[in-house]
């Protein structure tokens, strides 16, 4: 059977997930829906399944229970349409590649195996996709000597590069200082004019001035628009430890009241 | 030295070990690179070890069943890729601890090998430079398979090399791209299966972890690009070998130990320079700071 979408089709559902490493649940009944062209927070206390959240999403984790849709198919056959940023500590930062050599990776799985690209061809798109994220001058730079913030850059390039339909990233502001971050989300919310943008994050300061809806994980999942985040829901997915989080008073309020 | 180069034209068992050396470096440069970067030394120690079980068997239907045509190198090759593809299958699919198959495999290999060893007519003498690598006893076919499968390796790293690169770099981007993660890690270790049998033609099993992963690791310090790092790691493991080969040959030492100890000696001379540069720029740089201070 060939599933077609339908164009307005959520980018991805979950009906009743359910996740568990060893025996132990990491996520419990899940329901959640994405539509085209909105902002989401992914937010929650560290080891509340964020992570897990998207790796379910992408296909790389195979649910216990439960059914999950990426663009209305089975996650794997539709991945290739996400662009993906993973945390960066995941990756070896002592790896011999460069600035170039990494974006380029986003190009990779068009056209069959031997459907080469030509060099000089390719270095144009890298070119392209580096402009837009204004670091073309690290080009040429180890990945391994940039900052947090540049290898952050260079991650959502490569992710960009895969001309996506669903922009994922997995906490994009660690490792970043403060100055940046608002620099971050304002490039987040340019993108969000041409696609779905999702962004993990243990911290909820700055999600409540921009995103549009907020996913809270803690094993089970919440779904709110950003208007309606209170002292309360942020009490409950964080529970004790909502002191803290406070992050409101530094970044000025917004809709979160603590 | 002169002696070295004047008996390098007059011995054909100097050539063929000179050539055996070069030829190995080739695709132990680039192997070196994915080893080191990827971080799977063990795995191609764990490969190299279970080599013996194949030089063993071979050695011993040779022996025993007079099959000529099986070379102790072709038995070599045989065995690496079998113990790749079951270390590669374990690890991907068992969900067993990595090392711990690894180290299976290792002892394991090791173990047939002696056995075989041991039950073939004759003398045991084989063993040593097995285990600890004979150079100057390389014929001309085995030559020539050295160069083929030289040829297989060049020729798969250049046709999968950004597959492998990003597959090594970031597995799950990888396989988000369409890359099929699985196929790309066990092709590479049976890439690391034949770097390893070349090696082991030309140090022995016990030291060819030395030879594949040095190389790559000075070469590291040069550059931040896996493909340069591969160059110059090919460029260093030729000029480790003949090096070893000839500072043996001059002074009637055992050619891969001697190998393994120029390896070693420039690695270390590396690393301490770069420790030395990097302590001199500091202490400049503290200097000039404290010039301004005043």
């Not at chain 1, 959520?10 to 062209?37: D, H, Q």
């Not at chain 1, 990426?70 to 790896?95: E, I, K, N, T, W």
């Not at chain 2, 470096?25 to 070890?49: D, F």
Request: proline share 3%; aromatic share 8%; net charge neutral.
């Amino acid at each position: 059977m060939i599933q077609r979408e339908r164009k307005e089709d959520p980018v991805v559902t979950m009906e009743n997930v359910t996740f568990s490493y060893n025996g132990e649940p990491v996520l419990e009944g899940v329901n959640l829906s994405v539509e085209r062209g909105d902002f989401v927070s992914i937010v929650g206390p560290n080891g509340g399944g964020k992570t897990t959240l998207v790796k379910l999403v992408l296909g790389l984790l195979e649910p216990l229970r439960g059914k999950i849709r990426l663009f209305g198919c089975p996650p794997a056959s539709a991945r290739h349409r996400v662009g993906y940023m993973p945390q960066h500590s995941q990756l070896d930062m002592m790896f011999p590649v460069n600035v170039t050599d990494v974006v380029s990776m986003g190009f990779l799985g068009k056209g069959g195996l031997f459907a080469f690209q030509r060099r000089v061809e390719r270095d144009a798109r890298v070119d392209d996709v580096l402009r837009k994220l204004d670091i073309a001058d690290l080009r040429d730079r180890p990945f391994a000597g940039l900052s947090g913030g540049q290898r952050q850059r260079v991650l959502i390039a490569r992710a960009l590069a895969t001309d996506p339909e669903l922009l994922i990233l997995d906490e994009p502001t660690s490792n970043v200082d403060p100055a940046h971050e608002g620099e971050l989300f304002e490039l987040l919310l340019w993108l969000n004019h041409r696609m779905t943008v999702v962004v993990v994050s243990h911290d909820i300061g700055f999600v409540s001035r921009y995103v549009r809806t907020v996913v809270c994980v803690n094993r089970r999942v919440v779904v709110h628009p950003t208007s309606e985040i209170t002292g309360e829901i942020i009490s409950e997915i964080y529970g004790s430890d909502v002191r803290m989080v406070r992050h409101d008073e530094r970044s000025g309020g917004g809709e979160c009241h603590v | 030295m002169s002696e070295f180069i004047g008996d390098l034209a007059k011995y054909h068992f100097l050539q063929y070990a000179l050539a055996t050396g070069l030829l190995a470096s080739v695709a132990c440069g680039v192997i070196g690179g994915y080893v080191v970067t990827r971080r799977i030394t063990y795995l191609a120690g764990g490969i190299a070890h279970s080599v013996l079980a194949g030089l063993g068997a071979a050695r011993y239907c040779r022996v025993v069943y007079q099959w000529e045509w099986l070379t102790p190198l072709l038995g070599a090759v045989i065995s690496a890729l079998i113990a790749a593809v079951v270390i590669g299958l374990v690890s991907l699919y068992a969900r067993e601890r990595e090392d711990t198959v690894i180290g299976a495999v290792w002892a394991l290999g090791m173990a047939l090998g002696v056995l075989f060893i041991s039950r073939t007519p004759g003398y045991g003498e084989d063993l040593m430079s097995y285990l600890f690598g004979n150079i100057l006893m390389v014929s001309p076919r085995d030559l020539r398979i050295i160069a083929a499968l030289d040829l297989v390796v060049v020729v798969v790293v250049v046709l999968f090399y950004r597959r492998l690169l990003a597959v090594c770099f970031d597995e799950e981007f990888a396989r988000l791209r369409g890359v099929k993660v699985e196929f790309y890690f066990l092709l590479l270790l049976c890439l690391t299966a034949l770097g390893v049998v070349l090696l082991v033609m030309v140090v022995g099993i016990v030291m060819v972890i030395a030879l594949l992963t040095i190389p790559a690791a000075v070469a590291g310090n040069f550059t931040g690009r896996l493909s340069r790092l591969m160059m110059l790691s090919v460029f260093f493991t030729a000029l480790f070998t003949t090096t070893g080969l000839a500072v043996s040959y001059a002074a009637d030492l055992p050619a891969g130990a001697t190998t393994i100890i120029v390896a070693g000696a420039a690695y270390l001379f590396v690393l301490l320079s770069k420790r030395l540069l990097h302590s001199i720029k500091f202490r400049l740089a503290w200097q000039s700071k404290n010039i301004t201070l005043q």
